[in-house]
């Protein structure tokens, strides 16, 4: 079951250009929404998070988009550079009764920006 | 370096030995959660302590598996009797109490041959 989704496995833009991340969840509980970035043999890192009562949360050079109705969000990198190669984890939370949230991540999609 | 560190980075180990990963966590952080990633997939969660307090477990760990996180400080993961499914990239993670943004570990890779 799961509860994250990306669909695009991959997606190619050329530097300068707009990147468009796409994720769906399934889950009504989520609450909080986060990006993360991983570069090969690398954790991932933190990117860009949006709270459930948002819509929009923006930071530099990246967006974060919410619409709760569809359960979909979406992160724009604009413009894009080549440094931005990685792959890009989808995560989602919902509290738990101990006030704990896991991460439930999707399987990723892989961004290649060519000069 | 006062980000999260995670020991050793690679390990190759035979089927049915034993390993067990260190995890040592950002100093001021009081949750600390395991992953694991398998290739194509994103990370999936094993287990989560608040302090020295191993709060939820995974029913992905199955009772090969075992973590402790003494004194509320570092962390380590055993596997025993590894099994060549356990082949995977262990990562750890940290986070404050009120903060949900969890920042990882460069992992351990784990492959059992």
């Known amino acids: 079951d799961q509860q994250v989704k990306q669909n695009s496995p991959s997606l190619s833009v050329q530097e300068g250009r707009i990147s468009i991340l796409n994720c769906d969840y399934t889950?009504?509980?989520?609450?909080?929404f986060l990006w993360y970035k991983k570069y090969p043999a690398e954790g991932p890192t933190f990117l860009i998070s949006?709270?459930?009562?948002?819509d929009k949360n923006e930071d530099g050079r990246f967006t974060v988009f919410l619409n709760k109705s569809a359960k979909h969000l979406s992160l724009h990198i604009v413009p894009s550079q080549p440094g931005d190669s990685a792959v890009y984890f989808c995560?989602?939370?919902?509290?738990?009764?101990?006030?704990?949230?896991?991460?439930?991540f999707g399987t990723g999609t892989r961004l290649l920006v060519s000069p | 370096d006062t980000g999260v560190s995670q020991n050793p980075r690679h390990k190759i180990t035979k089927r049915g030995q034993n390993v067990t990963f260190r995890c040592d966590p950002i100093?001021?952080?009081?949750?600390l959660y395991w992953y694991r990633q398998t290739l194509g997939q994103g990370p999936e969660f094993l287990t989560y302590?608040?302090?020295?307090?191993?709060?939820?477990k995974s029913r992905l760990l199955s009772d090969r598996f075992s973590a402790e996180r003494p004194k509320g400080s570092f962390s380590t993961l055993e596997i025993q009797r590894t099994e060549q499914g356990d082949s995977a990239m262990y990562l750890c993670?940290?986070?404050?109490?009120?903060?949900?943004?969890?920042?990882f570990g460069q992992g351990t890779r784990l492959t059992v041959v």
């Open positions: 889950n009504s509980m989520f609450d909080y």
């Open positions: 100093s001021e952080h009081n949750r």
């Open positions: 993670a940290s986070s404050l109490v009120s903060n949900t943004e969890a920042f």
């Open positions: 949006i709270s459930s009562i948002k």
């Open positions: 302590f608040q302090n020295e307090a191993q709060l939820e």
């Open positions: 995560a989602a939370s919902a509290p738990g009764n101990t006030g704990f949230q896991k991460l439930v």
